[in-house]
């Protein structure tokens, strides 16, 4: 009668291995077709002749790279991360926060006015998790001096460079990589 038992059991573990065995292979080799099938990209988007180049409109990106890297595949070795950067004047300041009329309230929020009439103006709103990843500097003879964000004032000239993640929203913290902000004298 133990021997049953025993029996039972190793068919049974054996029938678990083999449908674990089945799923690992399946999904091993159905990720690889189906990104070699979708995403057969080279390092940088092939040339092509009827291409015109981007002087119509100032687009910060290109249509061929938007196509390019909205294929594009995040791999443990690959990743995408866009830096911004500009420089900006501040109009007024919410130190103590703003209440976006979407979102909710922001800790700390800058309302800027750009040098070039096409750069969007308005306020820029800061959640919590941003605060925390960015870095400010007053910038004075080509020399950065740490400062704290509550150091900017109404009329300074910002310099804003911030890098991110284009996988996650905005409101995921995970998107946000770096951000720094100088104050240039």
């Not at 159905?30 to 390092?43: D, E, H, W």
């Not at 092939?46 to 909205?70: C, G, M, R, W």
Request: charge should be positive; charged fraction near 20%.
């Amino acid at each position: 009668m133990g021997r049953k038992y025993i029996y039972s059991i190793f068919i049974i573990l054996l029938l678990i291995t083999f449908t674990e065995l089945s799923y690992y292979l399946y999904l091993n080799f159905s990720n690889k077709n189906s990104i070699n099938n979708r995403v057969n990209l080279p390092l940088t988007p092939a040339p092509q002749t009827d291409l015109k180049e981007n002087t119509e409109l100032p687009l910060s990106f290109h249509p061929v790279n938007i196509e390019f890297f909205s294929k594009w595949r995040r791999r443990t070795k690959a990743k995408v991360y866009v830096t911004t950067e500009s420089e900006t004047h501040v109009v007024e300041i919410a130190p103590k926060g703003l209440t976006h009329p979407k979102h909710g309230f922001f800790p700390y929020a800058i309302n800027r006015s750009c040098y070039d009439p096409d750069c969007p103006q308005g306020w820029l709103y800061l959640p919590e998790f941003a605060l925390k990843k960015t870095r400010v500097y007053r910038v004075h003879n080509n020399i950065s001096t740490p400062v704290n964000i509550l150091d900017i004032k109404v009329g300074d000239t910002l310099f804003w460079k911030e890098v991110f993640d284009p996988m996650y929203l905005p409101t995921d913290e995970r998107q946000l990589i770096e951000q720094t902000i100088q104050i240039i004298e």
